[in-house]
């Protein structure tokens, strides 16, 4: 098992550019998330779905927009980089038949994101 | 979301134990208490959670206070391999799993 995967690694943008981060993971599991994590900070949420086919904004959607494109996969676009936007991106499932009882996460490598 | 307050930094010997802190005095009744870590350039990790009990695992132990208004992440031995940042969160899973990381405690390993 891979786990969940992330592309690209490393991703260098100018400001107004667009680009599109993956996320897959081969688990079986129904929440997916992202996170970003600016430099000597925690993770803050942007979204996240609880099941296929649903999403929610976390604390920090602005300038972001997601799609579950199946159980499998969830992708996150920027649709017009900013430099604010630079940080490392990471995504997360966890897997359980509710959202609501508790199960453990399990993160990707990352992405890390620079916009000039 | 209750708050979680975490020294910024600690420092251990290798094959010592640790003991890792977290306030929580504003904790809920139903709030339970997770711990993950991130080590250098990777993705978090789940390291243990719990609610009432203290909780034991592979990886290692977690005391609850009886009031619930604080919690030690204890490692038994550490190695340099633990060198990492430690992330205390609480969550209630009635509001899902949406976990807010704080700024955590970076832990350094001596050899």
């Known amino acids: ?116 | 979301d209750a708050k979680t307050t975490q020294p910024n930094s600690m420092e251990s010997n290798e094959e010592e134990p640790v003991h890792l802190p977290c306030n929580h005095s504003t904790i809920s009744g139903t709030d339970y208490i997770h711990w993950y870590r991130q080590l250098p350039s990777q993705g978090p990790e789940y390291v243990i959670h719990g609610l009432t009990s203290n909780v034991n695992n592979r990886m290692a132990s977690l005391a609850i206070a009886e009031d619930r208004k604080s919690s030690t992440l204890i490692l038994h031995r550490a190695t340099l391999r633990d060198a990492a940042v430690y992330y205390c969160i609480l969550r209630d899973p009635h509001y899902g799993q949406n976990f807010v990381f704080g700024p955590g405690t970076r832990l350094s390993v001596l050899p």
């Open chain 1, 1 to 116: 098992n891979a786990g969940v995967t992330q592309t690209p690694k490393f991703q260098v943008l100018k400001t107004g550019q667009s680009m599109t981060l993956q996320c897959a993971q081969d688990m079986n599991h129904n929440s997916m998330y992202w996170y970003r994590q600016d430099p000597g900070m925690g993770l803050r949420l942007i979204y996240y779905s609880a099941s296929e086919g649903t999403t929610d904004k976390g604390e920090v959607p602005n300038g972001y927009n997601v799609s579950r494109l199946n159980k499998r996969e969830f992708s996150l676009r920027l649709e017009s980089a900013a430099p604010s936007q630079t940080s490392v991106y990471f995504c997360a499932s966890s897997g359980g038949t509710s959202p609501y009882i508790y199960n453990e996460q399990f993160f990707g490598p990352g992405t890390r994101l620079t916009v000039l």
